[in-house]
């Protein structure tokens, strides 16, 4: 048991234990972040899953509804009008000024 064989053979074996050990320790901080993002991703579903419910609930009210037709499909009631803003093809032209001394003096007495 004491010769130097079987101390070599034995330090082998512990050496191979030790950095599995260590490359098992990695993977469980490796494991133990990606439980903390799945963790988030499920803290943030669930707080979807609570407004939808929110969106769905109200949406089953007639008031819900109607703000539901008038944001989405721009729905109006019996005797409410609409206003539609058309922007202008072409807008107006400025006129053309030149810049300097004697435009100023002519412009400065108009």
């Known amino acids: 048991m004491q010769s130097k064989p079987v101390l070599i053979l034995l330090g082998i074996v512990i050496l191979i ?20 993002i799945v ?18 609930d109200n949406l089953e009210t007639d008031k819900g509804k109607e703000k539901f037709f008038r944001e989405s499909l721009g729905l109006a009631k019996d005797g409410e009008g609409l206003i539609i803003v058309v ?6 032209v400025a006129p053309a000024s030149s810049s300097g ?9 108009k």
Do not use: G, H
């Not at 098992?24 to 901080?29: A, D, L, P, T």
């Not at 922007?87 to 107006?92: A, F, S, T, V």
């Open 39 to 56: 963790e988030e991703k499920i803290a943030l579903l669930k707080q979807q899953k609570e407004n939808y419910s929110s969106e769905i």
């Open 17 to 36: 234990f030790a950095w599995n050990v260590l490359s098992f320790w990695n993977k469980m901080r490796e494991t133990e972040k990606n439980k903390e």
């Open 101 to 109: 001394f004697w435009s100023f003096l002519k412009n400065l007495f």
């Open 87 to 92: 922007e202008d093809k072409n807008p107006p």
